[in-house]
């Protein structure tokens, strides 16, 4: 994150709008990085196929936590402003800076066309929030107990990326009308759950690459010792039964991703 970028914004806007203005893009960034990462893993048929091949039950629980904390993020981005005797950093905290004169004098229209893009972020994070509300967060007593309640609001991916655009549109229109700076909607996202696949692809590429080796036929059994000692035998090596073992193991491994 840019201290120079929240410099201008303070020079331009205030020190305390500057501040939540910036901050609020920090939190838009971060949710936008996790819903890449998201698709990253489960978007695609390939990664899916090899993340279930490497531990689909795991991995399932991986998407569970992910898949809430993007939920929880478009809501708490799109929170009130305030709760209570509690303020929250929201993009619900924009407009109100909006509406100080010298921004309404300069700017007129700045605070409608604000205050509308907020509306719809609040809008599109609807479901996820009643997810937050009724499970996440809180676990609704009638939701548990009671075959007739109503059920939880369906979200998707595409709720989550319109609430997420929403935000930036309101972050954008203000950025680029007061501070005259322009806010891309889109993050370069830092080799995380990307690089996790390559490396994986790698693993599976090298203990398969042995395992053709070892059985270039593959015919015989995995647990073939006989197979495996012979392999150990042509790399120089004196096979004893904790190699032998950890070459099955290798082969199994090998298997699992055909």
């Not at 993020?73 to 109100?96: C, I, K, W």
């Not at 203990?207 to 073939?224: L, R, S």
Request: with cysteine.
């Amino acid at each position: 994150m840019s201290e120079a970028l929240k410099r201008e914004y303070q020079e331009k806007l205030g020190e305390d709008f500057g501040t939540v203005l910036y901050e609020v893009r920090n939190d838009w960034l971060t949710g936008l990085v996790r819903l890449k990462e998201y698709r990253v893993l489960f978007s695609d048929h390939d990664a899916l196929k090899l993340l279930n091949a490497a531990g689909g039950a795991f991995m399932w629980d991986v998407q569970q936590i992910l898949w809430r904390d993007l939920l929880l993020h478009v809501t708490r981005l799109t929170d009130p402003a305030t709760m209570g005797r509690h303020e929250n950093l929201s993009v619900q905290a924009l407009p109100p800076f909006c509406q100080r004169p010298q921004l309404q004098a300069e700017y007129p229209e700045l605070h409608a066309e604000v205050q509308a893009l907020v509306d719809t972020a609040v809008a599109g994070a609807a479901a996820p929030r009643d997810w937050r509300n009724r499970r996440i967060s809180h676990a609704d007593r009638g939701l548990a107990i009671d075959p007739d309640a109503e059920s939880l609001a369906p979200t998707s991916l595409r709720q989550v990326q319109v609430a997420l655009d929403a935000v930036h549109a309101a972050i954008h229109t203000i950025a680029w009308q007061v501070v005259k700076q322009d806010t891309p909607n889109d993050v370069v996202v830092q080799p995380r759950a990307g690089a996790f696949l390559v490396y994986l692809r790698q693993l599976v590429t090298a203990v398969q690459y042995v395992d053709g080796i070892v059985d270039p036929e593959g015919n015989a059994e995995i647990t073939d010792g006989e197979v495996a000692e012979s392999f150990l035998t042509r790399v120089g090596r004196l096979p004893d039964w904790d190699e032998i073992g950890q070459v099955i193991e290798l082969r199994e491994a090998a298997r699992r991703f055909r």
